[in-house]
């Protein structure tokens, strides 16, 4: 019988972060992982889109002209 409840199983990200949840932390160093967690995928972001531009040959001029059409 559907109960309308789904298993979905866990992401490895999930996993890794329900094992900080017995830990009791400071709001203070609850902010600081969340910044480096930010940061972290931040750069990951960055990464993919400097390898995009790359891989499509972009270039400063060549957006500045796609900004610049009207």
Do not use: C
Not at 11 to 17: D, F, G, K, R, V
Not at 37 to 53: G, M, N, P, T
């Amino acid at each position: 019988m559907n109960n309308g409840f789904f298993h979905t199983p866990l992401t490895n990200m999930q996993a890794e972060l329900l094992k900080l949840f017995p830990a009791d932390i400071p709001e203070t160093h609850l902010k600081e992982l969340k910044e480096l967690i930010a940061a972290f995928l931040l750069e990951k972001a960055r990464d993919k889109a400097d390898a995009i531009w790359a891989a499509k040959g972009y270039s400063d001029e060549i957006v500045l002209k796609l900004l610049n059409k009207k």
